[in-house]
Every structure is written in structure tokens, then in C-alpha cells.
């Protein structure tokens, strides 16, 4: 009768520790997407800020005359031109969202692909991400680490449940095993008495044989014959 083994290796366990460079990254094109989704804001800001140390290193701060100079110049062209600044924070944006999402796309296609097989829910989550990304001011949210958070997430906890499920069926499998060592060992050391049994019966047998062939017949049975 055939035994119950388990040659599965066991399941392979998303960590933290692992989905910990693909989240930074998230992190990174998502701070980046909110910087342009803010770029009417940041624009003039970096501009105030360029011409500040710019003018500064070439005659001086002049007691913050030039700081006050470049912040109002730089707020004056950003309010004149804050159509076309935030026309490009958008384009930007989606650019970013665009790129990002692919990035990261690729990233776990090659490394992690199992991210995919978990449900059709991931599909859905992963164009859910991509429309997210490409929505104006919607995507100035931290749409794709949320994402990938939670199918982290997901696929974490069902591959410990797995790993779980493997443990304990490679005990039984592993307790099957050995009770059936042990009972083949019972067989053959039954086995083994027996014969020292039948070996000793042979030998009590013969050795009554012998006596009674050298026994002398007596002589009633002599005469009587």
C-alpha cells in the first residue's frame, strides 16, 4: 500500500523586508506626482528660492532685500503665468503617474509575479492604480504605495496561511512516515523471533530424535517380534 509523503518544498513567504524597495519607490514617484500636481505652487517657490542664492552670492543678501526682491518677483510671474505653470504641474503629473505606474509594473512582473496571481481582485486593483494616476489633482494622492501596500499585504498574509498549511501537513506526512518505519521494524523483529523460535524447536526436536534412535529396544518388544 503506498505511504502519504509531502516532496512539495514549501511555499515561498512575501516579507516586508522584500516588498520594502518596490514601496520606497512607490513613495518616491508618488512624492514626485504631488510635486507637479503642486507645481503652481512649488514653481514660483524653486524661482524665488534659484534667485535668492543666485543674487545673493553675486552682491550680497542686503539685509533680505534680495530675498523679498526674488519672492516677489518670482509671485508676480507665477500669478501671471499660472495657467500655463499648472497646465504643466498636470502634464507632469500624468507623465510621472504614467511612468511610475509602468516602473513599478515591470518591477513586479519580473521579481515577484506571483503578486499577480493571488485573484482577479489584483487586476482590478492594478487598473484601478493606473486610472488613479492619470486623474488631475485625484492623482496627487499616494494612490500607488496604497496600492501596492495592500496587495503586499494580501499576498503576505495568504502566503503565511500557505507556509502554515504546508507545516502541518509535512508533520503528518512526517508521522506517517515514522509509524510506518516503526511497524516494518515490529514486522521484522517478529519475524525474527519467530525464526529463533522455530530454530530452537528444530534443535529440541532433533536432539529427541537422537535419544530415542540411541535408546536399546527392550527385550519383551525383541522376543514379541
Request: charged content about 15%; glycine content about 8%; overall charge neutral.
Amino acid at each position: 500500500m503506498p505511504h502519504k509523503t509531502n516532496n512539495k518544498p514549501p511555499p515561498e513567504v512575501m516579507t516586508w523586508a522584500r516588498a520594502s524597495p518596490v514601496l520606497i519607490l512607490c513613495v518616491i514617484f508618488d512624492a514626485l506626482r504631488f510635486f507637479f500636481n503642486m507645481f503652481w505652487f512649488f514653481g514660483p517657490a524653486l524661482a524665488a528660492l534659484y534667485c535668492t542664492v543666485k543674487v545673493s552670492d553675486a552682491i550680497g543678501s542686503l539685509g533680505g532685500i534680495v530675498a523679498g526682491a526674488c519672492t516677489a518677483g518670482a509671485a508676480t510671474a507665477g500669478g501671471l503665468a499660472f495657467g500655463a505653470i499648472e497646465m504643466f504641474g498636470v502634464i507632469m503629473a500624468m507623465a510621472v503617474g504614467l511612468i511610475g505606474w509602468l516602473t513599478v509594473f515591470l518591477i513586479q512582473l519580473i521579481n515577484n509575479a506571483g503578486i499577480f496571481k493571488e485573484n482577479f481582485a489584483m487586476i482590478i486593483r492594478i487598473l484601478l492604480g493606473l486610472l488613479l494616476s492619470e486623474i488631475p489633482i485625484i492623482n496627487a494622492l499616494p494612490s500607488l504605495t496604497i496600492l501596492n501596500a495592500t496587495m503586499f499585504h494580501i499576498q503576505i498574509k495568504k502566503g503565511k496561511e500557505e507556509l502554515k498549511k504546508w507545516k502541518k501537513e509535512n508533520a503528518e506526512a512526517q508521522a506517517e512516515e515514522r509509524n510506518r518505519q516503526n511497524a516494518q521494524l515490529m514486522q521484522a523483529q517478529a519475524m525474527q523471533q519467530q525464526a529463533a523460535n522455530d530454530a530452537t524447536y528444530n534443535q529440541i526436536q532433533a536432539a529427541n530424535d537422537e535419544k530415542y534412535n540411541g535408546e536399546e529396544i527392550p527385550e519383551e518388544v525383541r522376543k514379541a517380534a
